[in-house]
């Protein structure tokens, strides 16, 4: 059975760092021919990309999380990460993973707060 594994989100205070990762177990398609993203939402907000990676290797980010977030890929191990540092309150969200052929995962909380 494929399933989509989110995980590495906590609380934290302002200007700490956190790294998400998010693992394929038992893909049935080749993890590495696929652009893979990563998503948040916050209460009362609708979800919005945060930075997507291309097949390529090539990053992307909203302009919110440029210069803080890095998004990276271990095609090896059918894995995504998001680093995040210098993390701020309006990062709190939910973070999901985006895997093109994958239903949405459970997510993982991230909260920034003193």
């Known amino acids: 059975q494929v399933q989509l594994v989110e995980s590495g989100g906590g609380l934290v205070q302002p200007g700490d760092s956190l790294r998400l990762s998010c693992v394929v177990i038992n893909s049935d398609r080749d993890f590495g021919n696929y652009a893979m993203g990563w998503y948040r939402q916050a209460p009362g907000k609708q979800r919005e990309l945060v930075a997507q990676i291309s097949a390529a290797n090539w990053p992307d980010y909203v302009d919110s999380v440029r210069g803080r977030f890095t998004v990276s890929r271990d095609n090896t191990k059918n894995t995504v990460y998001l680093q995040m540092n210098s993390l701020k309150p309006e990062d709190t969200a939910v973070y999901y993973c985006?895997?093109?052929?994958?239903?949405w995962g459970q997510g993982t909380q991230v909260t920034v707060s003193s």
């Open positions: 985006y895997v093109p052929w994958l239903s």
